[in-house]
């Protein structure tokens, strides 16, 4: 046998990345700082240095997600690995799942369920719409649930859901309260343990602004109590809590096993965002993104333009969604934008494609100056694209 | 509500990792060139930019892998996870499937089946030993496995297991073979088209010197046949391979649709690894790595040192596995060498462990300067550490 395939051609050409405004739902832009802790040298991922660096990302997670719980790590993988790996451990077959559609993520949540073969029901509202408590309890009743799905931020919609006393209605009906906050967590204020948050993950990749590719993720005392008792293994050995709470040191054995190589460059990264995060403080963040966020909203009215979320505190604050402006073509204008102004915002996603509009400003992303950068570049690109007669 | 966990004071001392030689079994050490390339600036996963640098990355694995397979792609996740896309996508529940335990890899991969319902069987061999292809096909035609799974590099024992012929015998028995190269793969020759093999993974961190986090996977026209026409869905959505073959545009439709945020900063990185081996060629890597093993070979024996696997041909050259020196604790002796020389080497795993040191020299790791280096090590090791009369 003999080598038949050569060398490609392409890979003689350099690695050539542009720099980009990134102002799309995520990801976001990922200062040097970050970008730079990940380029450190690699070590073993299990070495001492590591462990050290992931009780560090624990502390941080713990700190952003406002919660005790011992059982917080980041699993090796990105946001949607993340819910695979709520979903898969805290479900066996044939369990009844819950799950809040109002958007993309809850349909995902659904799937996700379905696939492990758990007894899928939903509560559907239209884009941009959320649920009352009252809706909420009512379906909780009905069918219930091992676990009940709600995306903080719904990243398709614009929409940040409401959690006041969702954790407790979940208890009450013996449900555990799992909760998407990839879109929302840093920039808004969520307080896991307070408000019975169970299990709470998100994306490295947001507000963050760490690479993709990394996925802080935390269970309560109660989550593990379901999940330390199945009947089954959880289908997937990768992302089995019981394999990683032992590689993240939350098991309280003395020694740690290896499960799986981790991505130690994206832990540097994701440690240097944390502590970022801790620097500013949760406070002084979500106050900067409401008031980036507020000024944006203003600003976008004042050209003529309707955001989608009616309910001014409905409105999510990292990921602003705009009525698809009448007689455009949604994708001219983000193509224009992209093209003219060298900036990323996005149309719809899932059940809001055609409807919207997307800009996010996430973390380092959401200041003012980059409100008025991308209210420039909307303002140029109405002037400037086709607008047909309808 | 209010804050009431404080931001966590170790996030406030610098990030600091040690430079260290890794001459473990993985991950191994990442030139600047690749860690740099890493840094460069986020951009959207579904850019134009970032599809190019996909199918870059696309054509450098067809060449590593030695394959004309349209769906080639890397998965967002370590080796484990590309080892669960294979096993997830090509095996329904209640299907049997046989795997090859000669280490750690086939324990895994079994494991893994099972965890999904497959009916699982094995065929057994002591570590460090491997199968004949009259012993793979008894047992193919006991079973009737829809997929056997072999590892080429047994990372755990340090066997090159033989591939020639297997492949046919597979599909003489209907079976699809999937082999695990995470330890071989452009350190030792292999034909994925011409051997036979329908479904080959890799990870980044070895051989290609890349940081953990991204992992190749290659399915042949056979294995997609199955794997597309299968009755329920695969058990994960993020490791449909419907999905994945649109987000890699392996399925030949015209556009894209959101899966998940691909980890951007890792594909740079990656498509940075195969350039250069696609630089310096799949054949000079594998002279390379040969020659460099068969030193290190020497060098260990001369000093006394016995090789765990007995017959030359069956030795992996990119991890190489030492009989644990009699009387000594293999741990005092890891231990040492990274304290007092800065070198990470390691013990057994899984099935070997007590019975093996494993030396790892891959991809730029494997020199004759570092072989120089990690025997004078080991004869230091050997020196000061504590020798008990057994």
Not at 274 to 282: G, R
Not at 286 to 296: C, I, L, Q, S, T
Request: positive net charge; contains cysteine.
């Amino acid at each position: 046998m003999s080598v038949s395939i050569p060398p490609p051609k392409c890979l003689k050409k350099p690695l050539a990345v542009p720099h980009r405004l990134m102002l799309g739902p995520g990801p976001s832009n990922v200062p040097a700082r970050i970008l730079q802790a990940g380029a450190n040298p690699v070590i073993g991922h299990m070495h001492e240095e590591t462990f050290e660096i992931m009780s560090d990302i624990k502390s941080g997670i713990q700190y952003m997600f406002q919660t005790r719980n011992i059982m917080t790590l980041a699993v090796s993988g990105t946001g949607h690995t993340a819910m695979e790996c709520a979903i898969f451990n805290a479900v066996e077959a044939g369990e009844s799942v819950l799950t809040a559609v109002n958007g993309i993520w809850g349909e995902r949540a659904a799937e996700m369920a379905q696939r492990i073969g758990a007894r899928v029901n939903t509560i559907v509202s239209p884009p941009g719409g959320f649920f009352t408590n009252a809706e909420i309890e009512q379906a909780l009743s009905k069918y219930s649930p091992v676990v009940f799905f709600l995306a903080h931020g719904e990243s398709s919609t614009g929409v940040l859901h409401p959690l006041d006393g969702i954790g407790e209605l979940c208890h009450k009906y013996d449900c555990l309260f799992l909760v998407d906050s990839v879109a929302s967590i840093g920039g808004v204020p969520l307080y896991m343990d307070e408000q019975g948050i169970d299990i709470l993950y998100t994306g490295s990749q947001k507000v963050l602004n760490a690479p993709p590719g990394t996925a802080p993720i935390s269970f309560s005392e109660r989550a593990c109590q379901k999940i330390f008792h199945r009947k089954t293994k959880p289908i997937s050995f990768f992302l089995d809590l019981n394999w990683l709470a032992n590689y993240w040191g939350c098991d309280g054995k003395p020694s740690r096993i290896y499960h799986h190589t981790g991505p130690v460059n994206a832990f540097y990264s994701l440690r240097e965002s944390l502590a970022i995060l801790a620097e500013e403080s949760l406070e002084n963040s979500w106050k900067r993104h409401e008031k980036v966020a507020e000024y944006f909203q203003a600003g976008l009215e004042s050209m003529g333009l309707k955001l989608f979320v009616k309910e001014r505190k409905a409105r999510l604050p990292t990921v602003t969604t705009i009525v698809a402006p009448h007689g455009y073509n949604w994708k001219e204008i983000t193509n224009y934008i992209m093209k003219t102004h060298n900036i990323e915002i996005s149309g719809g996603l899932g059940p809001s494609i055609g409807l919207v509009l997307r800009v996010g400003l996430m973390g380092c992303n959401s200041s003012k100056t980059n409100v008025d950068k991308v209210l420039a570049a909307l303002k140029d690109a109405l002037k400037h694209c086709h607008k047909s007669k309808v």
